[in-house]
């Protein structure tokens, strides 16, 4: 196999995991898209970065989408050559909204496409994804787009792609602290009642339906009982919004581990939901369900 002299550019969703009681299986794509560009040269390893995260992230060996390209190359059997890379970051970091799965999924694309008749799969770049990220709820939707639906058998992601409904919108609440998964997974207990599982089993099954055309089901079908309460030490503006929010019968839940806050409304109303933020929140109404990486040469 040999390396492309062109430039590949990867552009990766932002995603919304769990979704309220999807817990570590259900997440959505959004239209908040981190571009990516690679071009192999002689020199040594290079990597610019702007817009989010960009005064924190390496640039260097430890930068994630280069280690996500050293893992793809590795599998694929060939040495990493040099590269200048490029990163264009809009999906904010540690909020909850995927920004390390599309740089995960992101990196895989553009090591994919860098190599000349790369014998890679699409079912084995996920499964790697999942490998470097640790479950698959938000690298499903990052690479496949829509709304996903994933677990694991083995080593195996299984996954159901879905699109969701035009009729349904998201709305993304955006607060200035950061919180990482770590710490938000911390908070989650060993165990469980097989009462709450059975109830988040229900309601995740009639978010399904809802997503699929069915919004009147959006309030009851993000209603969860395994980790979002759990959580509230760690973010409490963000589950007192969830609070609020949820009375006025709208649907909002945990983007992922949080701290960001999305809720799903019936298309035509996401400008007024957005108008709910608290002060000095961000807020985003990007079309939701959208296409997973994409990926060209020039």
């Avoid at 709450?196 to 969860?224: F, I, M, Q, Y």
């Avoid at 969830?242 to 109303?269: E, F, M, N, Q, Y």
Wanted: glycine residues 10%.
């Amino acid at each position: 196999m040999s390396f492309t002299s062109a430039t590949v550019t990867a552009s990766v969703p932002a995603s919304s995991a769990n979704l309220g009681p999807g817990f570590d299986s259900f997440g959505i794509a959004h239209d908040i898209r981190d571009t990516l560009t690679a071009r192999v040269h002689d020199g040594p390893l290079v990597i610019d970065v702007s817009g989010e995260g960009a005064q924190f992230v390496p640039r260097d060996e430890r930068h994630l989408v280069w280690r996500a390209m050293l893992a793809t190359f590795a599998a694929l059997g060939v040495q990493a050559p040099g590269v200048h890379l490029t990163c264009r970051n809009t999906i904010p970091h540690s909020r909850g909204m995927g920004s390390s799965s599309a740089a995960i999924v992101g990196g895989i694309a553009l090591a994919r496409g860098l190599v000349e008749g790369a014998s890679m799969s699409d079912a084995e770049a996920l499964d790697l994804a999942n490998q470097l990220e640790g479950h698959p709820d938000n690298v499903a939707p990052a690479q496949l787009g829509g709304f996903t639906i994933a677990g694991t058998e083995g080593e195996h992601v299984v996954v159901a792609r879905l699109d969701v409904a035009p009729t349904i919108a998201g709305v993304l609440f955006v607060p200035t602290q950061a919180l990482s998964t770590k710490v938000a997974r911390g908070l989650l207990p060993e165990m469980v009642s097989h009462r709450d599982a059975a109830a988040n089993s229900g309601r995740a099954a009639l978010l399904v339906a809802a997503l699929a055309g069915r919004p009147e089901l959006l309030l009851a079908g993000t209603h969860d009982w395994l980790h979002q309460e759990q959580r509230r030490p760690a973010m409490p503006s963000s589950l007192a919004l969830i609070d609020s929010l949820r009375a006025d019968r709208i649907a909002a839940t945990v983007s992922g581990a949080g701290p960001t806050v999305l809720a799903l409304v019936p298309a035509g109303t996401e400008t007024e939901v957005a108008k709910r933020a608290p002060g000095g929140w961000a807020t985003y109404t990007p079309k939701i369900g959208v296409d997973g990486v994409h990926v060209t040469r020039s």
